[in-house]
């Protein structure tokens, strides 16, 4: 028989090094107030980043050519949208018609005064 002779070696760890305690603890509240702290910096950041992009000037535009339409009995918005529409897109008309007017709505009343595109 063949004899096996395992050696075994002990090692041993090197000692941890014991930090000190640091004196400085948040509390509960104290975490709440940095996690506060950092919401509002990183909304200001985004609020920052988005306006950056805006795109408005100090110089004018030029105003689009409008024309006043007095609405009669029976007019709906849809078919003085039609009436204008060269290129047949008659809603796109009429959403054009709603901004330039403020308009909440296709309700009209007879008798109103509408601004509408010129072209």
Do not use: C, H, K, Y
């Not at 959403?95 to 308009?103: D, K, M, P, S």
């Amino acid at each position: 028989m063949t004899a096996m002779t395992f050696d075994t070696v002990l090692t041993t760890r090197p000692a941890r090094a014991v930090r000190p305690r640091s004196s400085v603890r948040l509390t509960r509240r104290g975490r709440l107030v940095v996690l506060v702290a950092a919401l509002v910096v990183a909304f200001a950041i985004g609020v920052f980043v988005t306006a950056a992009g805006s795109v408005a000037t100090q110089e004018p535009g030029t105003p689009e050519p409008t024309r006043i339409v007095q609405v009669g009995s029976g007019d709906t918005l849809w078919a003085i949208a039609s009436g204008l529409a060269d290129d047949g897109d008659v809603r796109g008309m009429m959403q054009r018609i709603e901004q330039l007017n403020a308009l909440d709505g296709p309700t009209l009343q007879a008798g109103q005064r509408l601004v509408v595109p010129a072209e």
